[in-house]
């Protein structure tokens, strides 16, 4: 799961710089884009800031605080990549082309991150496998509720209860016991 994010962040990040360059250079023809090829590698700053940030492997993290690290995230590195430029005194990478990128990259990221998980959310090795403790109605509430929602790479693979019924199985899921196993 961290590998299928991580690739497809990095693919998100390469294509948002890329989508910038192109943009910028409809505005302003004399843009050399050929200089921002040399930048490839500092996508793997952000790679890193989203791994600091928590990102990896996306489980158990709520949509809304995925999104607030990774604009976070993706807003530290671009303003870090764009005071080197500056203290570098490099005038052949433009500042629109640098605000355009982090814009695109804040879009292209999470849209990525949501179609990535549309595609394999119900595959069986997407996710981090989950115990739900109790096998009564409760327990079962939370199962159907993980299964209803794949996309939040939770996979219920047991349940433990201190009464298990040998041929009880719901929803397809072992029931195992006691609790204090």
Not at 28 to 33: D, E, G, V
Not at 150 to 179: H, N, R, T
Request: net charge positive; charged share 10%.
């Amino acid at each position: 799961t961290a590998a299928c994010l991580a690739v497809t962040d990095l693919a998100a990040v390469l294509l948002g710089g890329a989508a910038a360059v192109l943009l910028w250079r409809s505005f302003q023809p004399a843009l050399n884009a050929d200089a921002y090829l040399s930048l490839w590698p500092s996508s793997l700053a952000y790679l890193s800031a989203f791994a600091i940030f928590g990102l990896y492997p996306g489980a158990l993290i709520s949509p809304v605080e995925e999104l607030r690290r990774l604009v976070l995230a993706t807003s530290l590195v671009s303003m870090a990549a764009a005071a080197a430029l500056v203290l570098s005194r490099e005038a052949a990478f433009s500042r629109g082309v640098l605000v355009g990128s982090w814009l695109l990259t804040i879009l292209c990221v999470p849209s990525f991150r949501s179609l990535l998980r549309h595609c394999f959310a119900r595959k069986p090795w997407w996710g981090a496998p989950v115990a739900v403790l109790g096998a009564g109605q409760a327990g079962q509430s939370v199962v159907q509720r993980l299964l209803l929602q794949p996309e939040l790479a939770l996979k219920p693979v047991a349940f433990f209860d201190d009464s298990p019924s040998p041929c009880q199985q719901p929803f397809g899921i072992p029931v195992q016991g006691p609790l204090a196993s």
